[in-house]
């Protein structure tokens, strides 16, 4: 921003909530893949908390569609705009659902919530339907973590 406001650079700004899909890291500390991964080892699943709080997750799919709106935009839309899933899954939810999905046998184990975790992640993405074309995520949250398990499991 600093940029485009001293030299007049052309900027988009996207606000990306919990992206998921093939070829994440699996040990990049987020949710679905730590997840996935300590399913496929037959790990315990580590939740924290009781698990009801929620985050909003999008397939890669969408994330790259949004993108490439957002870059169509005419000059002087900059952002910020979210650009996130807004349906909510809570995070004990999201467990069985991986360990389900997996064939698994990995118990849940419930752990100490951090102190800062927030109890909800969803983000307004009214801006994006307005401004991208009515853009919304479309891949279904199943669909997405199946394609990203077969990923895993081919990888792991």
């Known amino acids: 921003m600093d ?20 070829r994440m890291a699996f ?3 987020r949710v679905v893949s730590n997840f996935i991964a300590q399913s496929l080892n037959g790990e315990p699943i580590t939740v924290y908390g009781d698990g009801a709080q929620t ?3 999008m397939y890669v799919d969408d ?6 709106r957002v870059m169509r935009t005419p000059d002087d839309f900059t952002g910020p705009v979210n650009i996130g899933n807004p349906c909510e899954t809570s995070v004990l939810s999201l ?3 991986i ?3 997996t064939g698994s046998r990995s118990e ?8 800062d975790d927030p109890q909800r992640r969803r983000p307004d993405i009214s801006l994006a339907i307005r401004t991208l074309g009515g853009w919304q995520p479309i891949v279904p949250l199943e669909v997405g973590l199946q394609k990203t398990i077969e990923y895993m499991k081919l990888n792991l």
């Open 108 to 115: 849940i184990i419930l752990r100490d919530l951090p102190l």
């Open 3 to 22: 940029y485009h406001r001293q030299y007049g650079v052309k900027v988009k700004v996207i606000r990306i909530f919990n992206t998921y899909g093939p």
């Open 95 to 97: 467990a069985r659902k």
């Open 99 to 101: 360990v389900s999905m």
């Open 63 to 68: 994330l790259v569609d949004a993108m490439f």
């Open 27 to 29: 040990n990049d500390g």
């Open 55 to 57: 985050r909003s997750f």
